[in-house]
C-alpha cells in the first residue's frame, strides 16, 4: 500500500514537471517572439509616426511618376492651351463674326467686336505674365534675420508661407500650387494673373458659348440632317432606282461650318464650367486670405 502511494506521487510529480517544463518553452517562445518584435520596431522608430505618414510612405512612388510627368509635360499642356485658345479665335473670326457683322445691329457689332477683342487681349496677357513671371523664391544668401524653419529639402532658411515644390525642385513664396497649364508655380509674384487668367478665359468662354448658342443649336440640327441624307443616300445606291434623283447634299464648306460652330459650343461650354469652379475656389480662398495649400493644412 505505502509503495503504491510512492508510486503515485512520483508519477504526479513527473507529470508536473513535464507540464512546467511546457509552460517554461511557451513562456520563452513568446518572450523570444516579443523581444524580436521589439529590435524591428526599434529601427524604424519615430514619434512622429502614424497612419498619415505611413499612407504617405507607400504612395511616394507614385508621387515621384507624377512629378516627373509634370514637369517635362508641362510645355505640352502650354502648347495645348496655346492650339485650343487660337483655335477657337480662328473659329470666331471665319465663321462666327462675319455672321454677326451681316445680321446684327451696328450697336451690337460695335458691342461684340470691342468686348471681344479686349477679352482676347485680357486673356493672352495674363496667360503671357503668369507664364514668365517667376513666382518668388527665398534668398540664398545668409542674413542675421531669424527665420521661422529650415527646409529639410533645400537645406535653407524657409520664411513663412512658404511651401517647398517637387517638381520645381525649391522653395517657392506663398506657395498656391503647381500649374501644369502654366509650366509655372502660382506663387507670391504671379499669383494675381493666375487668378486674372482664369478669370477672363472662363468670361470669354461664357460670351462665345451664349454668343453662338442659337447658331449650335441650327449646326446641331444640320449635322442630324446630314446623317439622316447620308442614310437615304445609301439606301438609294443599294435600290439603283435611277428614275429617282438622290437626295441633295450638303457641300464640303457647309460640313466644316457645323461642325466647327459644334466644336467651339461644346469646348467654350466645358471649359467655362470647369475653370469657372475653380475660379470660384480660388475666390473665396483670395476672401479668406489663404493659399490652396494652407487651405488643405488649416
Given at each position: 500500500m505505502v509503495g503504491m502511494?510512492?508510486?503515485?506521487?512520483?508519477?504526479?510529480?513527473?507529470?508536473?514537471?513535464?507540464?512546467?517544463?511546457?509552460?517554461?518553452?511557451?513562456?520563452?517562445?513568446?518572450?523570444?517572439?516579443?523581444?524580436?518584435?521589439?529590435?524591428?520596431?526599434?529601427?524604424?522608430?519615430?514619434?512622429?509616426?502614424?497612419?498619415d505618414v505611413v499612407i504617405e510612405s507607400l504612395f511616394e512612388p507614385?508621387?515621384?511618376?507624377?512629378?516627373?510627368?509634370?514637369?517635362?509635360?508641362?510645355?505640352?499642356?502650354?502648347?495645348?492651351?496655346?492650339?485650343?485658345?487660337?483655335?477657337?479665335?480662328?473659329?470666331?473670326?471665319?465663321?462666327?463674326?462675319p455672321l454677326i457683322i451681316q445680321t446684327y445691329s451696328t450697336p451690337w457689332?460695335?458691342?461684340?467686336?470691342?468686348?471681344?477683342?479686349w477679352n482676347l487681349i485680357m486673356i493672352v496677357f495674363h496667360y503671357y505674365k503668369a507664364i514668365t513671371t517667376p513666382p518668388g523664391y527665398p534668398s540664398q544668401m545668409e542674413t542675421d534675420i531669424p527665420s521661422v524653419s529650415i527646409c529639410r529639402k533645400c537645406i535653407a532658411h524657409k520664411p513663412a508661407r512658404t511651401h517647398h515644390c517637387s517638381i520645381c525642385?525649391?522653395?517657392?513664396?506663398?506657395?498656391?500650387?503647381?500649374?501644369?497649364?502654366?509650366?509655372?508655380c502660382v506663387g507670391h509674384y504671379n499669383h494675381r494673373y493666375f487668378f486674372s487668367f482664369c478669370l477672363f478665359m472662363t468670361m470669354g468662354?461664357?460670351?462665345?458659348?451664349?454668343?453662338?448658342?442659337?447658331?449650335?443649336?441650327e449646326a446641331y440640327s444640320a449635322i442630324e440632317k446630314m446623317k439622316l441624307q447620308e442614310k437615304e443616300r445609301l439606301q438609294f445606291?443599294?435600290?439603283?432606282?435611277?428614275?429617282?434623283?438622290?437626295?441633295?447634299?450638303?457641300t464640303f464648306r457647309e460640313r466644316m461650318f457645323h461642325k466647327c460652330i459644334i466644336y467651339l459650343w461644346v469646348l467654350c461650354s466645358s471649359v467655362a464650367l470647369a475653370l469657372g469652379a475653380l475660379t470660384l475656389w480660388?475666390?473665396?480662398?483670395?476672401?479668406?486670405?489663404?493659399?490652396?495649400?494652407?487651405?488643405?493644412?488649416?
Open positions: 502511494r510512492s508510486s503515485r506521487r512520483l508519477f504526479l510529480r513527473c507529470l508536473r514537471l513535464g507540464h512546467l517544463r511546457r509552460f517554461r518553452f511557451a513562456t520563452q517562445l513568446i518572450n523570444y517572439i516579443r523581444y524580436a518584435r521589439l529590435c524591428i520596431v526599434s529601427l524604424a522608430y519615430n514619434s512622429f509616426t502614424n497612419s507614385v508621387y515621384w511618376l507624377v512629378d516627373h510627368v509634370t514637369r517635362w509635360f508641362g510645355i505640352v499642356f502650354v502648347a495645348l492651351v496655346i492650339v485650343l485658345t487660337s483655335s477657337i479665335v480662328l473659329i470666331v473670326y471665319i465663321c462666327v463674326l457689332i460695335y458691342w461684340h467686336v470691342i468686348y471681344g477683342h525642385s525649391r522653395c517657392v513664396l506663398k506657395m498656391d500650387h503647381h500649374c501644369p497649364w502654366l509650366n509655372n468662354c461664357i460670351y462665345c458659348s451664349f454668343s453662338s448658342r442659337v447658331m449650335f443649336r445606291a443599294a435600290n439603283e432606282t435611277y428614275n429617282d434623283t438622290p437626295p441633295p447634299t450638303f480660388h475666390a473665396m480662398l483670395i476672401t479668406r486670405g489663404e493659399t490652396s495649400i494652407e487651405r488643405h493644412i488649416n
